[in-house]
């Protein structure tokens, strides 16, 4: 009895070594052809069923599952032709077969050896059954969109249509494809310089925006000093009296007008022009001045600045000069005595002979002594 079975299981080595030749031949020549020819998916078919059937006789039941499995697969495949399995899915359907062919020879190694075979084969299983699945979706989406052809000649007539209007769209411009290239390589290059202009025109935004509030700043920081300079000024010139500057928009100060407000000691002014040309002049000195104590300068000349003053305004107008003396030093173009008799140094031009100009120049000390 123990040589029978040695003798079928030699019989069943020996039929399962030459049908796994015969599949690996099979498969060289498909993958050199990158396709299976219909005599390929029957002998494989066949192949597949007598492995399995064998498989189920010596009770190898992990054979006989993998062998039933890829017989299932050509099944499907035999009913509907190599055309069921996408071009881009038939290196996944090789790969399966050679992975089965391996499987087989490694089992039936340990088969000769008198090993136990190997019984995890549930990812390859899973592996087979999802490729089946794909087929079997791809299959019926396939034929969900197939529409039979009731009229075959109206069907051909359509046909013709469809490739004279093709024919109408004329010869076929070989060099698209570099003018495309060429264009959107173009395209690229001025979409990059468009970014960085608008990058450019982000950050200027930026920084105009930025100096303009520094500007807004600074010059109602000023505007408030100089506001305070003149109202001190105005009365130390004028002897009381109320002044201020004031914004005619406060909101936007860098595109308001300023008003000055002015009224000297026992009168009331409602604008500038109800003042004298000499209290107008006073005014403007006095915001001069106020400008210049909060920005003094370290040379300043005056040309007949004090011309519509009296004499008396004149005297007080060149004594609030020494006021700024220690950070400024004046030039003074008059003809006004009070003027002159506060000043350090004199220079007078005059003419004693026609076309002759002579410059004479006095110190305080020696203009004290004329007097």
Do not use: W
Not at 340 to 364: H, K
């Amino acid at each position: 009895m123990e040589n029978n079975s040695d003798s079928v299981l030699e019989m069943y080595l020996y039929e399962t070594n030459t049908l796994l030749e015969q599949l690996d031949n099979i498969m060289l020549s498909a993958e050199q052809a990158d396709t299976l020819s219909e005599d390929d998916v029957n002998e494989i078919f066949r192949i597949m069923h007598t492995l399995k059937g064998s498989a189920a006789m010596m009770e190898f039941e992990p054979l006989m599952t993998i062998a039933h499995r890829i017989e299932d697969l050509f099944y499907l495949i035999r009913e509907k032709t190599m055309e069921v399995i996408p071009e881009q899915d038939r290196p996944q359907l090789f790969d399966l077969l050679f992975k089965s062919i391996d499987y087989f020879r490694s089992e039936v190694s340990k088969i000769e050896n008198g090993e136990p075979l190997s019984n995890n084969i549930d990812n390859f299983l899973n592996t087979i059954n999802t490729f089946i699945d794909k087929i079997n979706g791809e299959a019926a989406e396939a034929q969900a969109q197939a529409q039979p052809l009731e009229d075959l000649q109206t069907a051909q007539r359509e046909l013709q249509s469809l490739k004279a209007q093709i024919r109408g769209l004329g010869t076929v411009n070989v060099a698209a494809i570099e003018e495309y290239a060429e264009v959107s390589k173009r395209y690229q290059f001025l979409s990059e310089q468009m970014q960085d202009a608008e990058t450019a025109k982000r950050e200027l935004e930026d920084l105009i925006t930025s100096l303009t509030e520094e500007m807004q700043r600074i010059f109602s920081e000023s505007f408030s000093v100089i506001d305070r300079n003149f109202q001190e000024i105005f009365k130390d010139l004028f002897g009381g009296g109320e002044a201020r500057l004031e914004l005619t928009d406060p909101e936007h100060v860098l595109e308001s007008g300023i008003e000055i407000k002015v009224a000297p000691p026992g009168k009331v002014i409602k604008n500038l022009i109800s003042l004298s040309g000499g209290e107008q002049s006073f005014v403007a000195i006095a915001i001069y001045f106020a400008i210049l104590r909060l920005r003094p300068s370290p040379f300043c000349i005056l040309d007949e600045i004090d011309a519509a003053l009296d004499e008396g305004n004149v005297r007080r107008y060149a004594q609030y000069l020494q006021n700024f003396t220690d950070t400024t030093q004046f030039i003074l173009v008059t003809h006004r005595r009070s003027a002159m008799e506060e000043a350090s140094v004199l220079y007078g031009v005059t003419m004693q002979e026609d076309g002759i100009s002579r410059l004479l120049r006095m110190e305080q000390e020696e203009l004290e002594k004329t007097e």
